[in-house]
């Protein structure tokens, strides 16, 4: 607006004189339309407010006040289009962000600017710990504004949720309408918030969060900010509502999605198992043998399979290159850690009857199921695979161990109507028969034994449920040409000829290797005879009772060896042989440590050589001085021990000491 230099010397010079007429209305409309401050307007109104009193100077000022006027009614108008941007674009993200993190900060930035706030913030409520977090922040800088969790009972949080209302403090610290917490005030107070203002977001009657803005100096907020804030709280509001039934949909899309899969899977997996039953029970029905369930099994449930007797030995197993897959081995562990796993996995699965885990390695999952007919275990199936089997697979297997005992009932009654006269004719030899030897010569005979010529018997004892397993394993490893198996009581008898001893003997050490328990075996001397057999039957019999009381077993040992003493002891008690040997060895048995035993097996030596001192050193492998000044040595122990009487009684007591401990004397017996 321009004056003339009269019109600016009265503006400098109030008092001189007045304003000349001039088209004011048109200078403020310039201003306006430049959009001017509301400062400048107000500078103008204070210029004449200075002039002198008149009609002229009413007019202006009031003219002024005018377009003062206008400009804070445009302003306005700025403000709430902006408000109405911002609530339109807060609009647009709830339909275009699908992320309700980036919608919350989205409304928190826009609350803060439309506000002209040096902080905003959004705390939602969390069902389960009944407070309110920090969700969304903008303008703060402190990590422990951003941890604040808030109850219900304190804060501005907390006033705004109970009432459901707005709420604004221009004095923060000083404010006493709401509970006041010191870990709070503590992060207001590192923010340096002064003023705040919070509204709530509304899900019906629930206050599911709040919105703040706050200053970090003294300030009222006007009506106006409440509204806007509370239109972007409505939305926030909204954007939760809608998070959490999108959260909802998805759950239930998956939900739905994971039971179609399960679906699918059930109605393939129960076409599998039809499929398999189906296959099993025609295998049976048709004859068929393990290696066929073997690979049967295999093929379905894609792993390495083995069937085991009930001692654990492998009877057959699926063919490995027809299938690419081998076994491997247990790893780090040593070779029987694998063996033992399933051993003891066995037990497991028929104590509970079904199967289960025997271990499980990154890449190798061994499952066993037990095989029990007739009197007890008839043995195990197994399988070998590179991850664990389902539910379906694992029906699958255990309907396969199911066939797998019933073929193998049906081996051992086939095998037991082949041999059912052998516990007759067993019975009636070594029973003391009262029927004709010659009747039992000749069915013996048809089992390939021949009694005319020198025969031997074996006695084999161990646990009760194991012994037909053990004739089991026997009958499988040799050949039945001069030998008979049976069981006899708790225990296992084998008539063999004498060409076939060694052969027996091989068996025995074959069958016992990978046996998991005890075991003793005596083997009797040669009876040419058939009457000799029961004799023969009842010194095994005393020679098994006499190492029993000296607990020795795990061995095969011969009756030759130990008939004289098991006649001597045969009602003798563990503490009855050790009051023997105290006696009979005195101070060479009493504490003895390693160099009275050193001293035993110099004097056993010797008296077995026929007190040959050089063959005894021989056999001990010391020098013949060595040797002699270990005599000397027992001659101080054992005082007058060379008397004929007494020599023979510690040749017994030694003889006796080896057999019980055969870690004292190695590889005596």
Same mark, same amino acid.
């Given at each position: 607006?321009?004056? =003339?230099?009269?019109?600016?010397?009265?503006?400098? *010079?109030?008092?001189?004189?007045?304003?000349?007429?001039?088209?004011?209305?048109?200078?403020?409309?310039?201003?306006?339309?430049?959009?001017?401050? #509301?400062?400048?307007? !107000?500078?103008?109104?204070?210029?004449a407010r200075l002039l002198p009193d008149g009609p002229e100077k009413?007019?202006?000022i009031q003219s002024i006040e005018m377009g003062v006027t206008i400009k804070e009614r445009m302003d306005q108008h700025q403000l709430r289009e902006r408000g109405l941007l911002a609530v339109i674009e807060t609009a647009q993200d709830l339909t275009a962000i699908t992320d309700l993190d980036k919608v919350l900060q989205a409304i928190v930035q826009r609350a803060r600017k439309l506000v002209?706030?040096?902080?905003?913030?959004?705390?939602?409520?969390?069902?389960?710990?009944?407070?309110?977090?920090? #969700?969304?922040?903008?303008?703060?800088? /402190?990590?422990?504004?951003?941890?604040? *969790?808030?109850?219900?009972?304190?804060?501005?949080?907390?006033?705004?949720?109970?009432?459901?209302?707005?709420?604004?403090? =221009?004095d923060y610290g000083a404010d006493e309408r709401f509970v006041h917490t010191g870990f709070i005030d503590s992060a207001m107070l590192d923010e340096n918030i002064k003023s705040i203002l919070g509204v709530p977001l509304l899900e019906g009657e629930k206050v599911v969060g709040v919105l703040f803005v706050g200053d970090r100096y003294v300030r009222s907020y006007v009506a106006w900010e409440m509204s806007i804030l509370s239109t972007l709280a409505a939305h926030a509001s909204v954007a939760i509502g809608n998070a959490r039934l999108f959260e909802q949909a998805q759950k239930a899309l998956r939900q739905a999605s994971t039971t179609n899969a399960l679906l699918s899977r059930q109605t393939a997996d129960t076409r599998a198992a039809a499929e398999a039953h189906e296959q099993l029970t025609s295998l049976v029905a048709r004859g068929g043998d393990l290696p066929e369930i073997c690979l049967m099994v295999s093929h379905r449930l894609g792993g390495h399979v083995v069937?085991?007797?009930?001692?654990?030995?492998?009877?057959?197993?699926?063919? *490995?290159?027809?299938?690419?897959?081998?076994?491997?081995?247990?790893?780090?562990?040593?070779?029987?850690?694998?063996?033992?796993?399933?051993? !003891?996995?066995?037990?497991?699965?028929r104590r509970l009857g079904r199967s289960v885990t025997a271990f499980a390695l990154p890449s190798h999952v061994c499952r066993v199921c037990a095989v029990v007919g007739g009197k007890g275990l008839l043995g195990g199936l197994v399988i070998h695979t590179e991850s664990a089997l389902n539910d379906m697979a694992v029906r699958i297997f255990e309907r396969g161990a199911m066939v797998t005992g019933v073929v193998l009932l049906l081996k051992e009654q086939r095998s037991y109507s082949i041999l059912s006269d052998v516990p007759v004719v067993l019975h009636g030899l070594i029973h003391r028969p009262q029927g004709s030897l010659e009747k039992l010569a000749r069915q013996a005979a048809a089992y390939g034994l021949d009694l005319s010529q020198a025969t031997r018997l074996a006695l084999i004892q161990t646990r009760p449920e194991r012994s037909a397993y053990v004739v089991r394993q026997l009958r499988a490893r040799l050949d039945a040409s001069g030998t008979l198996f049976g069981e006899a009581g708790d225990h296992v008898v084998a008539l063999v000829n004498d060409h076939a001893l060694?052969?027996?003997?091989?068996?025995?050490?074959?069958?016992?290797?990978?046996?998991?328990?005890?075991?003793?075996?005596?083997?009797?001397? =040669?009876?040419?005879?058939? /009457?000799?057999?029961?004799? @023969?039957?009842?010194?095994?019999?005393?020679?098994? #009772?006499?190492?029993?009381?000296?607990?020795?077993?795990?061995?095969?040992?011969?009756?030759?060896?130990?008939l004289l003493y098991s006649s001597l002891f045969d009602e003798a008690t563990e503490q009855g042989i050790d009051a023997f040997l105290r006696s009979a060895l005195g101070g060479l048995y009493r504490d003895?440590?390693?160099?009275?035993?050193?001293?035993?097996?110099?004097?056993?030596?010797?008296?077995?050589?026929?007190?040959? @001192? $050089? @063959?005894?050193?021989?056999?001990?492998?010391?020098?013949?001085?060595?040797? $002699?000044? *270990?005599?000397? !040595?027992?001659?101080?122990?054992?005082?007058?021990?060379?008397?004929?009487?007494?020599?023979?009684?510690?040749?017994?007591?030694?003889?006796?000491? =080896?057999?019980?401990?055969?870690?004292?004397?190695?590889?005596?017996?």
């Open positions: 607006m321009a004056y =003339s230099s009269v019109e600016r010397d009265g503006m400098a *010079r109030p008092a001189a004189q007045a304003l000349p007429a001039t088209p004011v209305e048109a200078d403020i409309v310039r201003l306006l339309h430049r959009d001017a401050s #509301r400062q400048e307007l !107000a500078g103008l109104l204070d210029k009413t007019r202006l002209g706030c040096d902080v905003g913030y959004l705390s939602i409520y969390d069902d389960e710990k009944c407070d309110f977090y920090v #969700r969304a922040t903008d303008g703060a800088f /402190s990590e422990q504004f951003r941890r604040i *969790r808030i109850g219900l009972e304190v804060g501005v949080c907390g006033f705004v949720a109970r009432n459901r209302a707005p709420y604004s403090s =221009s069937v085991r007797d009930e001692g654990g030995s492998q009877i057959c197993a699926s063919a *490995r290159d027809a299938l690419g897959f081998a076994a491997p081995a247990a790893g780090p562990h040593d070779k029987y850690w694998a063996d033992d796993k399933i051993h !003891a996995a066995l037990d497991e699965s060694g052969a027996l003997q091989a068996g025995l050490a074959s069958c016992f290797s990978g046996y998991k328990g005890e075991f003793t075996v005596v083997v009797s001397e =040669s009876v040419a005879m058939p /009457s000799e057999l029961a004799q @023969a039957f009842q010194n095994a019999g005393r020679c098994l #009772r006499f190492l029993n009381v000296l607990g020795r077993s795990t061995a095969v040992f011969h009756e030759r060896d130990l003895g440590g390693p160099r009275k035993v050193e001293l035993a097996r110099t004097l056993l030596a010797y008296l077995d050589q026929g007190h040959n @001192a $050089r @063959a005894a050193a021989a056999t001990l492998d010391v020098h013949i001085n060595t040797f $002699r000044q *270990r005599l000397e !040595a027992v001659d101080a122990l054992l005082g007058r021990w060379r008397e004929p009487g007494r020599m023979l009684e510690v040749h017994m007591g030694l003889r006796l000491w =080896s057999l019980r401990d055969d870690e004292v004397f190695p590889g005596h017996v």
